[in-house]
């Protein structure tokens, strides 16, 4: 089936959060991860360009099997004006959203408190699924898990982690007291001294804004507060770095808290 104007219009569409709520659905591009993501969310429509994807490749043919009717083949122009990636990958799918009922959180959780850069949030969900997290939680100001960019930069993990956004002062107010709370805040404890991450049956750390860090009304429930310590030898501010990537410093914490 070829592409039509008003196709590659709707799919543009999806890249406005408003659309993507509307319709339920959302875009990724390239062939991983719309492999992975086709294994995890429903196939709405996968649009490739045949001069750029090997059409009998194990994922096209999975898809030719399974679903004919939401293949299409599509020129590079069409993939081009479909895709929001400087270089486009040949391969456009939309899938459909899914959504989770909150659940109590169980074994080590990650809370997102305002994270905003689509990057940050994509790594942050990558590097989740990597050190086993099944839920994170995230503030109804943290950045739309759908983003193309997000979705980009998950590289799939977007279907092995549930996600969910919710009011997290109320969230927080109804945890049991047993929760390990821990939150990366500038006067915490040394991430490295021994026995500053709890390893309770439920624990759950907390990752801040990426100028503004863990807001105060969230900052209460830290029960036991860590910091990441710089080792950088600049004598002045200006020859020392400002602060650490949420991203990466969500790595950091991650990898302590499983050693």
């Not at 339920?24 to 969310?41: D, I, P, S, T």
């Not at 940050?120 to 983003?147: E, H, P």
């Not at 109804?174 to 049956?201: C, F, M, R």
């Not at 009304?217 to 029960?223: L, S, V």
Request: net charge neutral; proline share 5%; aromatic share 6%.
């Amino acid at each position: 089936m070829n592409v039509s104007k008003s196709q590659i219009k709707f799919v543009r569409s999806l890249q406005l959060k408003k659309n993507r709520d509307e319709e339920l659905l959302f875009v990724a591009e390239g062939l991983k991860c719309v492999a992975m993501l086709y294994a995890r969310f429903e196939l709405v429509r996968c649009f490739i360009d045949p001069l750029a994807i090997d059409m009998r490749c194990e994922e096209i043919l999975s898809i030719q099997e399974d679903a004919p009717q939401k293949l299409h083949i599509a020129t590079a122009e069409d993939i081009s004006k479909m895709s929001s990636l400087r270089t486009p990958q040949g391969i456009v799918a939309v899938f459909r959203q899914s959504t989770y009922t909150p659940v109590s959180p169980k074994g080590l959780c990650l809370v997102l408190d305002s994270i905003q850069d689509p990057g940050n949030m994509g790594t942050i969900i990558r590097t989740a699924d990597w050190f086993g997290i099944k839920d994170i939680y995230c503030s109804l100001q943290t950045v739309d898990c759908y983003n193309p960019k997000v979705v980009q930069a998950t590289m799939g993990s977007l279907g092995h982690v549930r996600i969910h956004y919710l009011s997290l002062p109320d969230w927080f107010a109804q945890l049991p007291q047993s929760v390990s709370v821990i939150g990366t805040l500038l006067d915490g404890k040394n991430v490295y001294a021994s026995n500053a991450l709890p390893k309770n049956e439920t624990s759950i750390i907390v990752m801040g804004n990426e100028g503004k860090g863990i807001s105060d009304e969230i900052r209460k429930y830290i029960t036991h507060p860590v910091c990441i310590p710089s080792y950088a030898t600049g004598n002045t501010p200006i020859d020392r770095p400002e602060s650490l990537n949420v991203s990466i410093a969500t790595g950091i914490i991650l990898a302590k808290y499983r050693e």
